[in-house]
């Protein structure tokens, strides 16, 4: 079946601009995270969902930062005024509840000039 | 100092040599061990999940968990020019959701 889909999967944006991140998990997948990977680092955690409840958002860098699912389906990744310092891949995974395993979307390269 | 810490790399190997990788971590809390593999411009792909100490084989890939040194290594046999990847551990708690990750090596498998 489909697997994780993200779009846009480049998005330039000028500093100060506003951006929106599209997630769309595997079908069924009640839970949903997103996660911010620098070049030559690891992914870091954002937040993660299960269904539409936002259970932890202590990874969110800023309160520019906003994330929402409102359905428990798709998800919306926001960034406000963007900055330099938020050039990065943006990642969602989706697991099943009570699975450790996560499924990786490829990712949207977010570059703030 | 990062939770858990990962040699970069890169490292060069030629093809059918056994790759050893490995993490350190900080946190005792920690009781479930990942490694997924990254291929450029992809996203992760899960390849071997832990919970206790001791080793896990799949295949011609073996994870170790040595949880008293808080230490984990995954273990590449006859390794091929299509591993070439980066490598990431990763590690959460019992009962969390908050995954955390090394900062991945670079693997590359010379034909």
């Known amino acids: 079946g489909a697997g994780v889909s993200q779009s846009p999967r480049y998005k330039v944006a000028k500093r100060g601009q506003d951006v929106a991140l599209r997630c769309d998990p595997i079908?069924?997948?009640?839970?949903l995270f997103w996660y911010q990977q620098a070049l030559g680092q690891g992914p870091e955690f954002l937040t993660y969902?299960?269904?539409?409840?936002?259970?932890?958002k202590s990874g969110l860098p800023s309160d520019r930062f906003f994330a929402e699912r409102p359905e428990g389906s798709v998800s919306t990744l926001k960034i406000q005024r963007t900055q330099q310092e938020d050039s990065a891949v943006y990642l969602c995974?989706?697991?099943?509840?009570?699975?450790?395993?996560?499924?990786f979307g490829p990712g949207t390269r977010l570059t703030v000039t | 100092q990062k939770e858990v810490e990962q040699d970069p790399g890169p490292l060069s190997v030629p093809e059918g040599a056994i790759v050893s990788l490995n993490c350190t971590y900080s946190n005792s809390a920690f009781q479930y061990f990942m490694w997924y593999r990254q291929y450029s411009r992809k996203g992760p792909e899960l390849l071997m999940y832990t919970y206790s100490s001791g080793n896990k084989e799949d295949g011609r890939f073996t994870a170790q968990v040595d949880k008293s040194s808080k230490y984990i290594s995954l273990f590449i046999r006859d390794s091929q020019p299509s591993d070439s990847a980066t490598y990431l551990c990763a590690m959460t708690r019992a009962g969390g959701f908050k995954t955390i990750f090394g900062a991945g090596t670079r693997l590359f498998v010379k034909a």
């Open positions: 079908s069924g997948h009640v839970s």
């Open positions: 969902f299960q269904n539409e409840a936002q259970l932890d």
């Open positions: 995974a989706s697991s099943l509840p009570r699975e450790d395993e996560q499924y």
